[in-house]
């Protein structure tokens, strides 16, 4: 199931991702993902070895808080709400209070880990940031949005 999702966004990002890049040749932006791609997958196997964590907790959670903060600068990035969205943060933050909690509870092997908790922890204060984050923006634009309707009204536009 997950894998299935993650080829949707693997699509997605290969068809839009030179966009978000426009100076940077789509050559190189395919060899980027290439390279990121082999890395994350390394990383992932050398973790799971590591930790002996072969139910991919630290992989998963790790990735988890290096998103969290990625969606952060995504929003400086852009400079607007575009591509995201309230509901979109929320789920992401529901998301993973959900598993994280789930795990918490129902994890065996982990009770003693000290990584697992901070992981938690850091994910949930940076998606209340980025929850934050969106909500005034998005208010700000739709103060915008109805203040350039009232505008437009009064001189009949």
């Known amino acids: 199931m997950w894998f299935s999702l993650d080829l949707i966004i693997l699509y997605q990002l290969l068809r839009f991702g030179p966009r978000e890049f426009p100076r940077l040749p789509k050559r190189l932006f395919y060899g980027m993902v290439a390279l990121a791609l082999l890395t994350a997958l390394f990383t992932v196997v050398s973790i799971t070895l590591e930790f ?3 139910d991919g907790a630290y992989s998963a959670f790790g990735q988890n808080l290096m998103m969290s903060i990625l969606f952060i600068v995504m929003f400086y ?3 607007s709400l575009r591509g995201q969205s309230l ?3 929320l789920t992401k933050t529901g998301g993973t209070a959900l598993a994280s909690v789930a795990f918490l509870l129902f994890s065996v092997g982990h009770e003693r880990s ?3 908790p901070f992981l938690y922890c850091s994910i949930l204060l940076f998606d209340a940031l980025y929850v934050a984050m969106v909500f005034s923006a998005a208010r700000h634009a739709a103060v915008a949005e109805a203040e350039h309707k009232r505008s437009t009204q009064w001189w009949g536009l």
Do not use: W
Request: proline content about 0%; glycine content about 8%.
């Open 52 to 54: 002996e964590d072969f």
């Open 77 to 79: 990035s852009r400079g």
């Open 114 to 116: 000290v990584l697992l």
């Open 87 to 89: 509901s979109i943060a």
